[in-house]
């Protein structure tokens, strides 16, 4: 694995060092950040089934595994490729395949969307997550996959297409300006919304090493500020009884408990048990001099040394009453 050169900021260390008090588990964190992640791709079911895929890869003498028997589409390459291999392969350019890390998966194993179910992607490019939602759905349904700037579209209808995705609607809009404009219009609500939300990014320290010399407190109080307001529009366009999935590739508490409790106390959700393939922490009830709401424990806190993954953040509502 790849050792990279970048270490963390004091404040940074502070902040990790607090969230994983026991100093061997902090140790092992501070080593897992300096290795290459481990090679995950998900089958795209809407072109091709695991099997078939499976037997494909490992003609062409890849090393694959399948290590979560209830998730076949899950795939680990064990094999290490030549630069850019995984990337230039046929069955890539096909999209039998998306290149997708497995802690990116869990948001959408958790909102679990069907097909017929109307739902919302507020933050979708690249387009991994969309894609990912798009085979669960099988095509059917509608699937609304929203981002912001133009460069960032073109990533996801790329994707998409690649990826043999009809059932989706792309929009350009600001998150917010979306979410209020769908609310004001009277559009129908929605069964499920994927709130996978722009962040700090700390969980993805192994992919983007540089993470660590960009990162800066007082980024993270502006994106959760930024978050909150997600929450609050969002949640307007969910209908009762819906569900909704907040979720970061981040650590901060400040974009994660503090988030969602500020949601619980605002808007008659319940959180939900999440049951995830990964091996996850339950959320902090308490950060700094904050408190937060009891249920927040409920959510899951993916860390790089529990699973040889990137770190996550994941949270689960059902909206118990319509907001207007």
Known sequence: MTKHKYIMKPAFEEKMR????DKEDFEKYNKI???????FIRCNTLKISPEALLIKLRSKSWQIEQPYPEYPEIMLVTKDLGPGELGNAIEHQLGYYYIQEIS???????????????????????GSKTTQMAARMENKGTLIANDLKIDRISILVSNLERCGVTNA?????????LASNLSKNNFVKFDKILLDVPCS?????????????????????????LQKKFFAFAVKCLKKEGTIVYSTCTHSPEE?????????????????????????????????????????????????????????????????????
């Open 18 to 21: 607090a969230l994983m008090p």
């Open 33 to 39: 950040i300096h290795t290459s992640p481990l090679d």
């Open 104 to 126: 990116s998966m869990l948001p959408v194993i958790a909102l679990n969307p069907e097909p017929e179910d109307l739902v919302l992607d507020i933050c979708a490019s690249p």
């Open 169 to 177: 609607i792309v929009t350009r809009k600001d998150a917010i300006s």
């Open 201 to 225: 990014g700390e969980g993805t320290i192994r992919s983007s090493p540089k993470t660590l010399i960009q990162w800066n407190p007082k980024v993270v109080k502006k994106l959760s500020r």
């Open 256 to 324: 994660n408990e503090e988030v969602i409790s500020f949601a619980l106390e605002n808007f008659p959700l319940k959180a939900e048990t999440i049951s995830l393939p990964l091996k996850s922490r339950p959320g902090i009830t308490e950060w700094k001099n904050d408190k937060f709401h009891k249920d927040v424990c409920k959510a899951c806190r993916i860390y790089p040394q529990d699973n040889d993954s990137e770190g996550f953040f994941v949270s689960k509502f059902t909206l118990l009453e319509d907001v207007e």
